[in-house]
Nanobody, 114 residues
Framework: QGHLVESGGGLEQPGGSLRLSCAAF????????MSWYRQAPGKQRELDAY???????DYGNFAKGRFTISRDNDKNTVYLQMNSLTPEDTAVYYC????????WGQGTQVTVSS
């Protein structure tokens, strides 16, 4: 049974950067569609970014121009580099493998506040 473990969240000031990591276990990672979602308090979960097995990426509106998703197939890890953070980025960030009915991580809290 596969699972995902996120790390890298925390408290950051507006304008700062964070890098989230998601390590995959028990999943054929190199063939997996990997995604990052966010869920802000009181809101639905939203897609921030995805990366295909071939390395094609796309981003949600919140992430475009500020966030970068990448993957390291040797380490079975996907990353989300988040720059120019704003308080609106405060959310729990979830890693996902292979879509809604695939695997989800437990989430990592990101708080952007001065």
């Amino acid at each position: 049974q596969g699972h995902l473990v996120e790390s890298g969240g925390g408290l950051e000031q507006p304008g700062g950067s964070l890098r989230l990591s998601c390590a995959a276990f028990g999943i054929t990672f190199k063939f997996a569609l990997m995604s990052w979602y966010r869920q802000a308090p009181g809101k639905q979960r939203e897609l921030d970014a995805y990366i295909t097995p071939g390395g094609t990426t796309d981003y949600g509106n919140f992430a475009k121009g500020r966030f970068t998703i990448s993957r390291d197939n040797d380490k079975n890890t996907v990353y989300l580099q988040m720059n120019s953070l704003t308080p609106e980025d405060t959310a729990v960030y979830y890693c996902n493998a292979n879509g809604e009915h695939g695997h989800w991580g437990q989430g990592t809290q990101v708080t952007v506040s001065s």
